[in-house]
């Protein structure tokens, strides 16, 4: 599980998904209390060599040999038994979350983050109304009233819009190739919906497409009526469409063509023709 809490407040809107991670971490915790066990085998083969050893040291062979390892032998299975059953469950539950995750779930997790995302940008508008314009520390200072604890409170900010965009990215990491996850982070789709990057001023683009955020970008976003959190890889997909121009609806004929070849025509007659004579001399 994530230490980010952004990520653990998201898929704590999936009940399935938290009674999964819960059930989870208390079977590794008793697989880690349990510790290494002995096989059946072994546990029995040492009250045989501890006995032995005893003999050699002076001591007389246990009367009740079989009883001391048919009760080793018993308690290493039952010992055993429990460090199988625990790495059987331990997997399965792994395997169930990753499905929990894959499916509608991760659905819900986005759909629960974007609302934070939105209730955090509401957050953000009043220390950013305090700024009175100022761009940076020192323009905050200069500015004075207000701004200098608005700039301070804007920075300490900045940890909780990595915390929810880093959040965004793992949910949906596992929902599509995390090669063209990071492709279409760094075409500012990841941060807004319908945003037309040309008209983005540098400084604002140059975060958007990296993920490395200021309190400039923070206060520019938290004006922007389309911030986002998809909620699903396609959703995200849909935002890169290469415009390719106006189809032509023209009909075109591509069946075979066949070229008539014309037939030669009838040699013209110059007079001078003279039919032969056929008969016999």
């Known amino acids: 599980m994530s230490n980010n809490p952004e990520f653990r407040a998201a898929w704590s809107a999936v009940p399935d998904v938290i009674h999964a991670e819960t059930q989870l971490r208390k079977l590794e915790e008793r697989r880690r209390a349990l510790g290494d066990v ?8 040492k009250v045989f060599n501890d006995a032995t050893a005893a003999v050699c040291a002076g001591a007389e062979f246990p009367d009740d040999i079989g009883a001391r390892a048919a009760d080793a032998y018993r308690n290493a299975l039952e010992a055993e038994s429990e460090a199988l059953g625990l790495r059987e ?24 983050l974007g609302k934070r995302l939105a209730e955090f940008l509401a ?4 220390p950013a109304a305090d700024l ?14 207000k701004a200098p604890a608005a700039w301070k409170t804007l920075t300490e900010m900045l940890g909780t819009l990595r915390n929810i965009r880093e959040a965004q990215f793992d949910i949906l990491r596992p929902l599509g190739d995390g090669h063209r996850l990071q492709e279409l982070r760094s075409k500012g789709h990841f941060e807004a919906a319908g945003i037309a990057l040309d008209g983005v001023p540098a ?9 490395h955020y200021d309190v400039q970008y923070l206060v520019y976003i938290a004006a922007l009526p389309n911030v986002w959190v998809p909620t699903s890889f396609d959703e995200l997909e849909a935002e890169d469409v290469v415009d390719c121009g106006v189809p032509d609806d023209s009909v075109i004929d591509y069946s075979p063509r066949v070229d008539r070849i014309p037939e030669p025509s009838a040699p013209k007659r110059t007079g ?5 004579d056929l008969t016999l001399k």
Do not use: C, Q
Not at 123 to 126: C, D, I, L, N, P
Not at 272 to 276: I, N, Q, T, V
């Open 89 to 112: 469950g331990v997997g399965s539950l792994r395997a169930h979350l990753e499905y929990l995750r894959g499916t509608d779930g991760a659905e819900a997790a986005l759909e629960a």
């Open 123 to 126: 957050e953000v508008k009043k």
């Open 203 to 211: 400084d604002i683009l140059r975060s958007m497409t990296s993920g």
């Open 272 to 276: 001078a023709e003279r039919a032969p």
């Open 132 to 145: 009175n314009g100022a761009r940076s520390a020192e323009e905050a200072i200069h500015v004075g009233g």
């Open 38 to 45: 002995l096989s059946p085998d072994l546990a029995r083969r």
